[in-house]
Every structure is written in structure tokens, then in C-alpha cells.
């Protein structure tokens, strides 16, 4: 049994330890691709301002394409969860308002 936790303690900070090395890996490359695309242009800012907006179109694209649908589907559930609370608000002041009729007289 301790053989499995450790195996899975391993596996876990080795997964925390790839991803952040990824995370790293991918903050030079957006540097190094800005320093290159400055050079080419002349000017930093102007480097600076397209990387953005590129980043900012394929954002824009993943949330079109894969977020979108997820968020309409939470939209739903919140709104059903919503129903049924009405619902019940509507039963308990309905019991409430009937006991104070029956009871309270």
C-alpha cells in the first residue's frame, strides 16, 4: 500500500514539475519571438502590440470553437437550478401562507 502512494506522490510532482517546465518553456518562446519580431520591425512596442493581438484572435477562436458551448450548457443548468429555486420559494411561501390561513386563526 505505501509502495502505491509513493508511486502516485511521484507521479503528481512530476506532473506539477512537466507543466511548469512547459509553462516556462512557452513564456521564453512568446520573449524570444517578440525580441525577433522586434528586431525585424524596428521597434519593441510595435513587436509587442502584434504578438498581442495574434494571442488575443486565437484566444478569441478557442473560446469560439471549444468554450462556447460549454458556457451555454453552465447557462442552462444555472438557469434550471434557478427554476427550481423559484419553485420552491413559491411552495414554501404558498405552506406559510396556508398555515397562517388554518392555523393562525
Known amino acids: 500500500m505505501r509502495e502505491l502512494h509513493t508511486t502516485s506522490s511521484h507521479l503528481g510532482s512530476g506532473l506539477i514539475l512537466f507543466v511548469l517546465a512547459a509553462v516556462i518553456a512557452l513564456i521564453l518562446l512568446m520573449g524570444g519571438l517578440t525580441m525577433l519580431l522586434g528586431k525585424m520591425m524596428g521597434s519593441l512596442i510595435g513587436a509587442m502590440v502584434l504578438m498581442g493581438c495574434f ?12 468554450l462556447r458551448e460549454a458556457f ?4 442552462q443548468h444555472l438557469e434550471t437550478v434557478y427554476q427550481v ?3 420552491a420559494q413559491w411552495g414554501y411561501e404558498a405552506v406559510i401562507g396556508f398555515l397562517q390561513k388554518k392555523v393562525f386563526l
Not at 494571442?55 to 471549444?66: E, Q, T
Not at 451555454?72 to 447557462?75: E, V
Open 55 to 66: 494571442f488575443a484572435i486565437i484566444a478569441g477562436l478557442v473560446y469560439y470553437f471549444s
Open 72 to 75: 451555454r450548457q453552465l447557462r
Open 85 to 87: 429555486a423559484q419553485a
